[in-house]
């Protein structure tokens, strides 16, 4: 079979989040193994720097409606057309429902080329968790069933979600793919741990730090961490330890209120410094209920820090139960939340123990793997 060639479109590409790093690092993966994949995306936000990544510029933005921490661009499609009969494309990956995604789905549908998908982020729930809406969510459900119905593959990052694809969208299972998880064990690993980064952001450096990384949104449940946090610091006043989230969202307005209780937003930080922060913290905390899979929770336990994460979503399944990288805690329960961090706080041979099994879980999921399931599943569909 020839190297067939695939159009990736996408509406978040730069952003500080587990669906921009696993896009990117499947552009970078085609680089490395001389595959022809091709990312269309359209923002006016910071967009990674690679030569099969193409970035137009938006023709206007607005803030998303119930979802005002994401940009919905409107792309220029006649641009993006000539861009794609350029390409020549023989298959069209959508990997987001936004304007750039219905804009690949229009134009695959135009041009007569097979199209595939996967399933990032489940926006009906976030919908209800934005508007406490049962109906909102059941319309969201509705729109996101009629646009998927014809796809001739739609992948999942985890086992979880292929039932809920299948209930609340009516997407039928034998069409739904796994994509092996995966992460960059070159970017997250302990060997990028450097003390000495806590004094740029004024942080002691003798303190425990729980870290958080991802949008620091209402549906990343960030406001049930904080609270969660604070209550556990109200009770042990002695406490030696920082909560520090990394990431951008509406939430960080919130600094002020918590500052008192050792909660610090540092808001986006890439590149090494984000490694660094990774290796150098004592364990991750991942509160959310409506992720996927949780790309920042392969992130950590590739650094050697162990996760704590919801029994709810997709991240629970990247606690390995032979080699338990971290612990998995009942959602939305304050109790059991703050018991499971005061105990990693108060327990340092546990998180050693758990850091190291969280380490070895990971070097089982490198990227190149991942990219190689993501690659080879797609192209079985061609025809």
């Not at 641009?79 to 134009?107: F, N, T």
């Not at 929770?297 to 399944?317: L, N």
């Amino acid at each position: 079979m020839k190297n067939i060639k695939i159009a990736l479109f996408t509406d978040t590409i730069g952003d500080l989040n587990g669906v921009s790093r696993f896009i990117t690092d499947m552009a970078e993966q085609s680089l490395v193994h001389n595959k022809q994949l091709h990312v269309i995306s359209s923002t006016a936000k910071y967009c990674p720097k690679l030569p099969n990544i193409y970035n137009f510029t938006p023709k206007y933005k607005m803030a998303m409606p119930f979802y005002s921490d994401l940009d919905l661009t409107y792309p220029n499609s006649k641009v993006i057309k000539e861009k794609i009969k350029e390409l020549s494309p023989d298959l069209i990956h959508i990997s987001s429902p936004g304007a750039v995604g219905y804009l690949g789905l229009k134009i695959a549908k135009e041009f007569g080329i097979p199209y595939s998908g996967t399933y990032h982020t489940d926006f009906p729930a976030y919908i209800k968790d934005n508007t406490k809406l049962e109906s909102m969510k059941r319309l969201t459900d509705k729109i996101m069933g009629k646009f998927y119905k014809d796809f001739e593959l739609l992948f999942s990052r985890s086992h979880e979600y292929i039932e809920i694809l299948n209930h609340d969208l009516g997407f039928d299972k034998e069409k739904v793919k796994i994509i092996k998880p995966g992460t960059n064990l070159a970017k997250f690993n302990p060997l990028h741990k450097n003390q000495e980064i806590w004094s740029e952001f004024n942080i002691p450096t003798e303190s425990t730090k729980a870290l958080y990384v991802g949008r620091t949104t209402k549906e990343k449940n960030i406001l049930f961490l904080l609270e969660t946090w604070k209550e556990m610091m109200e009770e042990n006043k002695k406490l030696d330890t920082y909560l520090i989230l990394v990431g951008e969202g509406n939430l960080r307005k919130l600094q002020q209120k918590y500052y008192q209780y050792n909660i610090r937003f540092l808001g986006p930080v890439v590149g090494k410094k984000l490694s660094q922060l990774y290796a150098s913290s004592d364990f991750f905390v991942f509160p959310s209920i409506t992720d996927t899979l949780g790309q920042v929770v392969m992130e950590s336990q590739a650094s050697g820090i162990p996760a704590i994460v919801s029994d709810i979503g997709g991240p629970q399944s990247l606690i390995d139960k032979e080699f338990p990288g971290g612990i998995v805690v009942e959602g939305n329960n304050k109790q059991k939340w703050k018991e499971s961090i005061k105990d990693m706080i108060q327990s340092p041979s546990k998180v050693e123990q758990l850091g190291q099994n969280g380490i070895q879980s990971m070097s089982k999921l490198p990227i190149e793997e991942s990219f190689y399931g993501f690659w080879e599943n797609q192209t079985a569909i061609y025809k």
